[in-house]
């Protein structure tokens, strides 16, 4: 039971590339979220989806892009990445959001 | 516009004794609100949730108190053990959506 799988774990990009992070997870899960955390700032969601083919944004979603085309699935793509998007991003799903998230490893992003 | 807010960046509590986190909140919209701890290069894990419509909530050495007329809620351990230092994050949950803290660093000495 691999529970929630974030890949890579840690990332280095130049301004200007774009990237995806992978996110999967195993639980047959409805929910799932991106959050982006910053020091001082706790976490921060970037977008989440209800379901297959629904996505919407939260608080932070400009320089991001999703798309849930399975349950398992929710890739975070970078379009252009800035030095503001370093951070350490997370991935996490649930059954129902007030029954908790479970939350992958993160994935650690430099913008140089 | 911060909507759930942690105060304490930090708390320091004897191993034995009682840990007290505090939240507050500005949106009487939420419907639950939760507790995660996060270890260093881990991701956050759940620990324990409370219905708006309730005031108390436990599991085990874990309690959270809701009072909404002050748009407030806690999180009590007790008895704090070494392994509980980590962060705390405070969250609520509005639709289907998880607005969180910034979370207080425990730190309980041995």
């Known amino acids: 039971n691999a529970g929630v799988t974030q890949t890579p774990k840690f990332q280095v990009l130049k301004t200007g590339q774009s990237m995806t992070l992978q996110c999967a997870q195993d639980m047959n899960h409805e929910y799932m979220s991106w959050y982006r955390q910053d020091p001082g700032m706790g976490l921060r969601l970037i977008h989440y989806s209800v379901g297959a083919g629904i996505t919407d944004q939260g608080e932070v979603p400009n320089g991001y892009n999703v798309s849930r085309s399975t349950t398992e699935d929710f890739p975070l793509r970078l379009l252009s990445a800035a030095p503001s998007q370093t951070s350490v991003y997370f991935c996490?799903?649930?059954?129902?959001?007030?029954?908790?998230?479970?939350f992958g490893s993160g994935t650690r992003l430099t913008v140089v | 516009d911060q909507q759930v807010k942690q105060n304490s960046p930090s708390l320091s509590v004897q191993e034995g004794r009682i840990s007290i986190l505090n939240c507050d909140y500005t949106?009487?919209?939420?419907?639950?609100f939760l507790w995660y701890k996060k270890y260093p290069a881990e991701g956050p894990t759940f620990l324990i949730s409370i219905s708006s419509i309730k005031d108390k909530n436990e599991d085990g050495r874990f309690t959270v108190f809701l009072n909404k007329s002050a748009k407030h809620l806690s999180l009590h351990i007790v008895p704090s053990q070494p392994g509980d230092s980590a962060v705390y994050f405070c969250a609520a949950s509005v639709g289907n959506k998880l607005v969180f803290g910034a979370g207080t660093i425990l730190r309980v000495k041995s």
């Open positions: 996490a799903s649930s059954y129902l959001p007030e029954y908790g998230y479970t």
């Open positions: 949106n009487s919209m939420f419907d639950y």
